[in-house]
């Protein structure tokens, strides 16, 4: 039996809740298979939402490492700073 999976519009605007129903939705709808999705029927307008928040995704990672590079190197400074104090 084929399952489906859609985004059911919540309660906020602008939010969507994963549905897997039996039944083809129309719009948005992915067909299933095991492991994975089978056939992709995303529309041209949520293919460039997917991408887009795809991209804000890949650039706030970028931001976290970035700050994590900069937080490894105030521990670093702070730790010469300390032992050549106490030297």
């Excluded at 309660?11 to 299933?32: A, F, H, M, S």
């Excluded at 529309?43 to 650039?59: G, H």
Aim: include cysteine.
């Amino acid at each position: 039996m084929a399952r489906f999976l859609h985004m059911q519009p919540g309660k906020t605007e602008g939010k969507y809740i994963p549905v897997i129903t039996n039944q083809r939705v129309d719009g948005q709808c992915w067909e299933l298979e095991e492991g994975g999705i089978m056939h992709d029927t995303v529309t041209p307008a949520a293919e460039v939402r997917l991408q887009s928040q795809l991209n804000a995704v890949q650039e706030a990672q970028a931001s976290m490492q970035e700050s994590q590079s900069i937080t490894d190197q105030a521990v670093q400074d702070l730790i010469i700073t300390t032992m050549g104090g106490a030297v």
